[in-house]
């Protein structure tokens, strides 16, 4: 076997690996419709023939076998037939193929583009939820707040911080409706600050709401988590003592206790910043008292408004025996 026979074989190798990877791909993706994939196909087929006719005419043993091509001379024009047809098929094959392929191309370049501006006007669209989302968030949280602060202003007193008059009288009606069930004591204490009035006047209105300041802190720390601290207006304040006891002499031991603790709390020295002319702020130490006035309450046989009405009452008694003690009303 000379070299020729070996090309040749290779040829024929390669052309038959070409119709074979062409028949499964016409058959996977349908394409034995189309006119030029069938030409291609013959082109192939007839270059494979001619390859195969060269072949053998390097054995004379086939010759017996070979029913065309006879002579030299009738082979050379067949096998040169069998390769210009099938170049000249093949040409046509892929002239019909080829706008189809441009077409593809230029389809599947259309949907690139389409994908990409697709997917910039998601990306576009899904930054503008985010940034929506975040304001909305943010709009949440300051309504949160908003309501916080609206909340405050209506049940908290500004200054102090304390719940004021109207979460205060909310409160003695929740006290009093739970007496009620468990039939335990409860208490208000009702107080004033002595000799408010001359701090005002000499140091200002600043070291008024310092003291006041300073004196809702002391407070909160005689009292459990049960009670309210309350600011009822001005230098008065209101203490809500929850289930004393069931015995009424018990509970009225205990808000004693409580009403001399802060009694005793409040009459403490106060460290005051007093703002002078110069802008300096200078401290100074402040003693005061205050006037009690408590009493004792059990079911609803009294308004909340009547049990204020009595502590007040005890406490501008305690004022006028000369502040600095505490009374009880007598219901």
Not at 137 to 165: C, F, G, H, M, V
Request: glycine share 4%; hydrophobic share 45%.
């Amino acid at each position: 076997m000379n070299f020729d026979v070996i090309v040749e074989t290779l040829r024929a190798l390669v052309t038959t690996f070409l119709v074979l990877y062409l028949w499964h791909i016409g058959r996977r993706e349908q394409l034995q419709k189309q006119k030029g994939w069938r030409l291609i196909m013959a082109g192939f087929l007839l270059i494979l023939l001619a390859t195969l006719l060269d072949i053998t005419d390097n054995f004379t043993d086939l010759d017996q076998y070979v029913v065309i091509g006879k002579t030299h001379t009738e082979s050379v024009l067949e096998k040169l037939v069998g390769y210009l047809g099938g170049f000249i098929v093949l040409f046509l094959g892929f002239t019909q193929w080829f706008p189809i392929i441009v077409e593809l191309r230029r389809k599947e370049s259309e949907l690139r583009s389409l994908a990409a501006e697709l997917e910039s006007k998601v990306a576009s669209r899904t930054t503008d939820l985010l940034n929506k989302n975040q304001e909305l968030e943010d709009e949440k949280k300051q309504l949160a707040e908003a309501k916080k602060t609206i909340s405050q202003l209506a049940y908290y007193d500004a200054l102090t911080l304390l719940p004021n008059r109207h979460l205060l009288n909310d409160r003695i009606a929740q006290s009093i409706a739970v007496s009620a069930r468990n039939q335990l004591y409860n208490a208000v204490i009702f107080l004033d600050i002595d000799n408010f009035k001359p701090l005002n006047d000499v140091h200002g209105h600043h070291a008024g709401d310092m003291l006041l300041i300073e004196v809702a802190r002391r407070l909160t720390l005689c009292v459990r988590e049960i009670d309210t601290a309350a600011r009822f207006g001005g230098d008065e304040f209101v203490i809500l003592l929850n289930e004393l006891a069931m015995d009424k002499s018990e509970a009225a031991t205990k808000a004693n206790i409580v009403a001399e603790k802060i009694r005793n709390i409040l009459a403490e020295t106060y460290c005051l910043e007093i703002a002078q002319d110069s802008n300096a702020a200078q401290r100074m130490e402040h003693h005061c008292t205050s006037s009690i006035g408590a009493v004792l309450f059990n079911g609803n046989k009294s308004s909340q408004e009547e049990i204020l009405k009595y502590a007040d009452i005890a406490m501008y008694q305690a004022k006028t025996a000369g502040g600095n003690c505490i009374l009880f009303y007598d219901m």
